[in-house]
């Protein structure tokens, strides 16, 4: 992951004028600079997923050659995928961030949470991550969701109030106009802010690839022992388990997003590069998560209800 102030992204054309990729660089890195200087105690949502990393990324562009001057936070569902909790701890080493951990299964060992009947703990995440974002007195909420993932998520603003519950609400959104993001918020109340609401996911790996930003492996392709569930592939383990009728498959996968393994699916790609991705995601009719994410299809507003209740 590069640190220097420097940028990699594709160079300005003959007429002088900024590539995309340098205009979404430029306007994330101003994002974090502004909202930065007016928090007390902002954080970052880091989970290892490829939003959290470029997002990572460009907060240490913005502040280099100072440090990232907040900690990182991870909300844990206990069903992570081994290799990105690797890449999680060995990131914030190497950045020298502090990482702050969640636990969703601390929350259920002593009772404030229970087990869905599905065994899915995205939908968990709630709780761990409120009562973090209050005993850390976390004002700004630095998270990686892009408008063109969900609906939902397209409804959001640059800068997200949220309420003393920590509760969003679509009505409460504020104008964001001349680039000049209002972070004011009452006592108890903190706002989430979106560096990447402007990029596709086409953006994030044309970005990945001019930036050479190291991945967790998921992400390429890969063999594994998977099942054909609801349309999706899941990989097989400690958290999946083959149903009557289901059969366990090896093959060539790789991940579009990467969160809880119960729910997550996996495409079949040969893909084994960020150019190899970039070709594939250039042709692709389905979001990452509308395409991989079994949570989001529990109802039409099923990231909307989260995001009410809270969630990112």
Request: aromatic share 8%; glycine share 6%.
């Amino acid at each position: 992951m590069t640190t220097t102030a420097t940028s990699t992204v594709t160079s300005t054309s003959n007429s002088g004028a900024l590539t995309q990729l340098q205009r979404l660089e430029a306007e994330s890195m101003h994002i974090f600079r502004e909202t930065a200087s007016e928090g007390e105690r902002p954080v970052l949502l880091f989970s290892g997923g490829k939003d959290s990393v470029v997002m990572l990324h460009l907060a240490a562009k913005a502040f280099w050659p100072c440090p990232i001057p907040f900690p990182v936070l991870h909300v844990d569902t206990g069903h992570n995928f081994p290799e990105v909790l690797d890449f999680r701890n060995r990131t914030a080493e190497r950045l020298k961030v502090r990482l702050e951990v969640a636990s969703v299964q601390d929350y259920i060992d002593d009772g404030r949470l229970s087990e869905r009947p599905d065994g899915t703990r995205n939908p968990l995440q709630t709780v761990p991550l409120l009562d973090a974002i209050t005993d850390g007195r976390h004002d700004v909420v630095y998270g990686g969701a892009r408008r063109d993932e969900e609906k939902a998520r397209a409804k959001e603003r640059i800068i997200s109030l949220r309420d003393e519950f920590g509760q969003w609400n679509p009505r409460d959104q504020r104008p964001e106009l001349w680039s000049l993001y209002n972070t004011r918020h009452r006592p108890g109340e903190h706002v989430r802010v979106f560096p990447l609401s402007n990029w596709t996911e086409l953006d994030i790996w044309r970005y990945i690839a001019a930036e050479n930003i190291e991945l967790p492996p998921l992400y390429y392709a890969h063999e594994r022992d998977v099942i054909l569930r609801d349309g999706m592939l899941l990989a097989v383990g400690e958290y999946v388990t083959p149903r009557e009728g289901e059969d366990i498959e090896r093959r060539t996968v790789r991940y579009r997003t990467v969160g809880d393994m119960s729910c997550t699916g996996a495409v079949e790609s040969p893909a084994a590069n960020a150019e190899d991705v970039l070709a594939e995601v250039a042709t692709s009719t389905l979001t990452e998560r509308g395409a991989t994410r079994a949570d989001d299809r529990m109802s039409e507003a099923a990231m909307e209800d989260r995001k009410r209740e809270g969630y990112f």
